[in-house]
């Protein structure tokens, strides 16, 4: 009776890790399978919304042999409200393992995620206003009502004092330079397009700082003009706003050519409590 008795026991904790294996990798699975092509449009995606412990692993992760764009793609999958989440008690070795695991279950759709990721963060370098106090808030997709109503696709960055000519506009990317001149909206404007394929959008600028015609190259760092206010309106139209730089992010995904996505949470979170 003994003997059958342990028997049954086995048995019983055979069935119990079993059920705890399939569980792990059915919930591996799931996981796994919320990434692909169709991510990059969706509004938690394009709102970048991180955690305060997000952000801050973030910069630590990056020296250990992984990307933004990558540690972004691996943590995705714990996002929550739209938030990108670093789960509580994860070290930089959970990431390897958690990247190890989406691979192995659906690597096509992590190349997709990562991609999309990578085409905003990963070939930023350098801060897009190298000289004064900055300050910046959240207002994307705020309603502007210039040319008709729609969202404001950006971030805008103001100087503590609003003076047009003074502050120093630098790209943030590598990159070539895709557009450049007079846009009503937008006033003096340069697009630069980075090596990973992000359209990095500088726009309102009092003036440039040499003669930039498409084709060239930018490296990271390099000036592209003087913070301004130039805008709504004909060529040359000014004052119609405080000087300030509006910067924009676009990139392809498989149904838009240019699709914007929030600036903002790459240099600051307000995050809640993390999981």
Excluded: C
């Amino acid at each position: 009776m003994r003997g059958e008795g342990f028997q049954w026991v086995s048995f019983l904790l055979f069935l119990v890790g079993v059920s705890a294996w399939f569980s792990s990798d059915l919930y591996q699975r799931e996981a796994a399978l919320a990434l692909d092509a169709q991510v990059a449009e969706s509004d938690s995606f394009r709102q970048m919304k991180l955690s305060e412990r997000t952000l801050r692993k973030l910069s630590e992760a990056v020296g250990d042999g992984l990307s933004p764009g990558e540690i972004l793609t691996v943590l995705y999958p714990f996002r929550r409200d739209q938030v990108v989440y670093w789960p509580q008690q994860w070290e930089t070795n959970a990431l390897f393992a958690w990247r190890g695991t989406l691979l192995k279950k659906n690597r096509a759709g992590y190349q997709a995620v990562w991609e999309a990721y990578a085409a905003v963060w990963d070939d930023v370098e350098s801060f897009p206003v190298t000289a004064g106090t900055i300050s910046y808030e959240n207002t994307w997709m705020f309603e502007r009502t210039y040319g008709g109503l729609r969202g404001h696709e950006g971030t805008d960055l103001l100087p503590a004092e609003n003076l047009s000519g003074v502050y120093p506009v630098v790209s943030m990317t590598d990159g070539v330079v895709e557009k450049v001149g007079w846009l009503e909206q937008g006033g003096y404007r340069i697009g630069i397009r980075s090596t990973l394929g992000g359209y990095f959008y500088y726009a309102h600028l009092d003036s440039y700082a040499k003669e930039f015609v498409a084709g060239d190259s930018v490296y990271a760092g390099e000036q592209l003009g003087l913070m301004g206010d130039t805008g709504y309106g004909e060529e040359g139209t000014r004052g119609m706003f405080d000087v300030h730089l509006h910067l924009g992010i676009y990139i392809r995904t498989e149904h838009e050519e240019e699709q914007s996505v929030n600036p903002y949470w790459g240099y600051y979170s307000r995050g809640g409590d993390d999981i």
